[in-house]
């Protein structure tokens, strides 16, 4: 398999966040069950965004926010926080399809991004670079990871027994 360490790509976004000085982080996310998973999808990334918030003493429930995967998360949980009338300084947002809809919120609501709050997303999608403003992501390299699996299947198809299974870097993309 070739997939991304969860849980420390998770820990990066949150120390680049603090390094940037952001003490109160909020989280929006989204969990899809599918029969075929063992594991609702979007679990990791929630788990390993509190278990490392706890760490760092940082974590506050009620600022976290889990709906689907869709813009329309992003906008309903955002305007859940609004409503609340305190917003954390930055959002860790589990893809950017959700960031685009809490972005639309936040416009609508006349909060500026990023003076009166920040969002970074995770993906990269080729949106996130039109977004207004443009979206700070983290970049997961899909197209190597295609590349690894081709190599890795024909690996097998030659004869290789012994099953590999390669974790890819992420990197941030601050825009």
């Given at each position: 398999s070739i997939t991304i360490d969860i849980r420390m790509a998770v820990e990066k976004v949150i120390d680049y966040l603090m390094d940037k000085g952001h003490?109160?982080?909020?989280?929006?996310?989204g969990i899809e069950t599918y029969e075929e998973f063992r594991e609702p999808l979007g679990e990791k990334r929630y788990d390993a965004f509190v278990r490392y918030m706890k760490l760092k003493d940082?974590?506050?429930?009620?600022?976290?926010?889990?709906?689907?995967?869709?813009?329309?998360?992003?906008?309903?949980?955002?305007l859940k926080a609004i409503k609340k009338g305190r917003l954390p300084?930055?959002?860790f947002v589990a893809n950017?399809?959700?960031?685009?809809?809490?972005?639309r919120a936040l416009h609508e609501k006349g909060i500026k991004i990023p003076e009166d709050v920040s969002l970074i997303g995770f993906n990269d999608i080729p949106t996130a670079n039109y977004t207004f403003p443009p979206l700070t992501t983290v970049k997961i390299y899909n197209e190597l990871m295609g590349e690894k699996?081709?190599?890795m299947l024909l690996d097998q198809l030659d004869g290789r027994k012994v099953p590999i299974k390669m974790l890819l870097p992420v990197k941030i993309i601050e825009r």
């Open positions: 003490q109160h982080i909020g989280y929006i996310g940082r974590y506050n429930k009620e600022d976290c926010y889990i709906g689907s995967f869709n813009p329309q998360t992003g906008y309903d949980m955002m300084e930055v959002f950017d399809s959700i960031a685009i809809g809490a972005l699996a081709v190599e």
